[in-house]
């Protein structure tokens, strides 16, 4: 049987044989493929093997951005192979930046480049979802595992425990449950030790982990606590009952030496606001310049199908709240709205130009946005900016509903590329959206971001409900 923990005492070195085999998997991957397409396995140009040792080296960087080598205990099978799916399309879409920008891409095979990618792919799916399942069943069996004291009482305590009895493969067994509340509803509670140390030193090696659900903070109590425990090497957690739609992840921060805890706070700021706006400039430059030739066709397009301006300017609200001027190019025939109302495009609008509705389609209506990016109005990638009469109308029926402004409004965003764009004509729908631009929000990073916009490269242009 496997001693409990081994796998933790080792956790540096199984981190590192993690990524060795990772990378192997790619480099072997690039080479098998060569094997296959060109029928040479052992005699490969130099090209090709510098092809190989460069995967290599971009698979050591880029592997880690996606959290390969963090603890995946509580994450699902199917999220964990997307995770590896988004890993692998990260590393081949580096690759294919690295041959365009040195202008080698036309020495080396597209057929084998996409194939040793699939492979890759499957390669590490199949050893990392195997060695995912043989964890599981390990733990489940009991070995592995972590022991964990739970302290409290009440619904916070109720639910951490249910949570362990009902997903065992995540490896933490309840070891006791203690409550300074005799009537507490919490199977097996009983009271707490006088001195949790001494307690500790009589299970010694039975206990990893010390989770606090306390009902209300008492912060001398939990001082308390720590004193006792200040002898021990078992880790210390704090659960919150504070999770809800209207309060962001929590997070720390420290204000002139005071630590702060985030419970409803702008992820842009300090060095993220400064990575946000590299990454909105660098990127809008690049695509303006590719698509240039592409707008001067789509702004005659407008004019040819119908009198007007090219571009359609409309006031929302963008960060924090305040009011900005988007464009688009014009998609309908000239009208007026009555007063304070917007009225959303719905199929077979009347409205809508013929060239219009296949703009809108595509989603090409929305490029000169890359513009007001430049400007500094807008993100690339953020929650879509909605007009000003719907957010009158929702602010006041969703709850946390004007917390999508605490990052600018993007072209793109978590909530267009999960199906969510389009006409929202029920407040189900304008829910769901909403849902999804707070977890952008609470989850923003770099590397997101990123993802985000692969995913809207791959499928978010064209969409059925876009009218």
Not at 325 to 350: C, L, N, P
Request: charged letters at 20%; glycine letters at 8%.
């Amino acid at each position: 049987m496997l001693p409990r923990g081994l796998l933790k005492e080792h956790a540096y070195f199984f981190s590192l044989l993690l990524r060795a085999v990772d990378i192997a998997i790619v480099m072997l991957a690039l080479w098998g493929m060569h094997g296959v397409w060109f029928g040479q396995f052992f005699i490969l140009s130099s090209r090709y093997l510098a092809a190989m040792a460069m995967a290599g080296v971009v698979a050591l960087f880029v592997l880690p951005f996606f959290d390969l080598y963090a603890s995946n205990r509580a994450l699902g099978l199917w999220r964990y192979g997307f995770r590896l799916t988004e890993a692998v399309c990260a590393v081949f879409i580096v690759l294919a930046g690295i041959a365009f920008l040195s202008k080698t891409g036309e020495q080396y095979s597209r057929t084998w480049f996409v194939l040793s990618a699939a492979t890759a792919l499957g390669g590490l799916i199949l050893f990392r979802c195997g060695m995912m399942l043989l964890l599981r069943l390990m733990r489940a069996r009991g070995w592995n595992e972590r022991g964990v004291i739970i302290i409290g009482a009440g619904d916070v305590a109720n639910r951490l425990h249910d949570m362990l009895q009902q997903k065992v493969w995540i490896g933490f067994r309840i070891h006791h449950i203690f409550t300074e509340q005799p009537a507490s509803s919490a199977p097996g509670a009983s009271p707490l030790p006088v001195d949790l140390g001494a307690w500790l030193d009589a299970h010694a090696g039975q206990v990893d982990e010390i989770w606090l659900a306390l009902a209300t903070y008492d912060e001398a109590q939990v001082r308390t606590l720590l004193h006792q425990l200040r002898h021990h090497t078992v880790a210390v957690r704090l659960a919150l009952d504070i999770f809800n739609p209207g309060i962001f992840r929590p997070s720390l921060t420290e204000m002139g030496g005071f630590p702060m805890l985030n419970l409803n706070a702008t992820p842009m700021f300090g060095v993220n606001r400064l990575i946000k706006a590299i990454e909105d400039r660098v990127l809008a430059s690049v695509i303006l310049l590719c698509i240039s030739p592409l707008m001067l066709c789509i702004a005659i397009g407008v004019k040819l199908a119908s009198p007007g301006p090219i571009f359609f300017r409309q006031v929302r609200h963008g960060w924090d709240g305040r009011k900005i001027e988007i464009w688009k190019f014009r998609s309908m025939y000239q009208h007026v709205e009555q007063a304070g109302q917007i009225t959303q495009a719905v199929a077979d609008d009347h409205r809508v130009t013929p060239f219009g509705r296949w703009l809108r389609k595509t989603s090409l209506d929305e490029l000169p946005q890359f513009i007001n990016v430049l400007q500094g109005r807008m993100s690339i990638v953020g929650p879509r900016p909605h007009a000003l009469a719907h957010n009158e109308l929702y602010k006041e029926s969703i709850n946390a509903y004007m917390q999508r402004h605490k990052v600018k409004p993007g072209i793109t965003g978590w909530a267009q590329v999960n199906g969510w764009r389009g006409e929202t004509d029920t407040l189900e729908k304008m829910q769901k959206r909403i849902e999804y631009d707070l977890y952008y929000i609470e989850h923003w990073s770099l590397m997101f971001d990123l993802k985000i916009i692969l995913l809207t490269l791959l499928h978010g242009f064209i969409n059925k409900n876009a009218y």
